[in-house]
């Protein structure tokens, strides 16, 4: 399985961005996306999970309100709508796949995945 993160850039502060991210190369049936991020310094984070067979969606405490999750089946292909964009998320970003069957607390973790992109850059001004 190969992702193909895509859709940082810059922005002011209050502004808006969507992420995509792409799964190929495998044989997609039960499986969950995520989003992670890192700042300089900083632990990975968990930013936000989505079962691509069914309707399971997790958050993150700090992005919950403000970032929208979603998917495109057919395209196999998961969307960040970040809203709202603060400095304090400013990060590289990077999606993550797997086959398990994960729940709440199991999808926030980035060792439960094995297949990740290659980042994607954020930076909000102030």
């Known amino acids: 399985v190969q992702l193909q993160a895509s859709g940082g850039g810059l922005v002011q502060g209050g502004g808006s961005l969507k992420l995509s991210c792409q799964a190929s190369?495998?044989?997609?049936?039960?499986?969950?996306m995520a989003w992670f991020r890192q700042a300089p310094g900083k632990e990975r984070e968990f930013v936000a999970a989505?079962?691509?067979?069914?309707?399971?969606?997790y958050y993150g405490n700090s992005v919950k309100g403000r970032f929208t999750i979603s998917k495109d089946r057919a395209k196999n292909t998961m969307y960040l709508q970040m809203n709202n964009l603060e400095s304090e998320d400013t990060a590289e970003y990077y999606c993550?796949?797997?086959?398990?069957?994960?729940?709440?607390?199991?999808?926030?973790?980035?060792?439960?995945?094995?297949?990740w992109g290659q980042g994607t850059l954020v930076t909000v001004s102030s």
């Open positions: 190369g495998g044989a997609f049936t039960n499986y969950i």
């Open positions: 989505i079962k691509m067979s069914g309707g399971s969606i």
């Open positions: 993550a796949w797997t086959g398990r069957g994960l729940i709440s607390t199991t999808a926030r973790l980035p060792e439960m995945y094995e297949r």
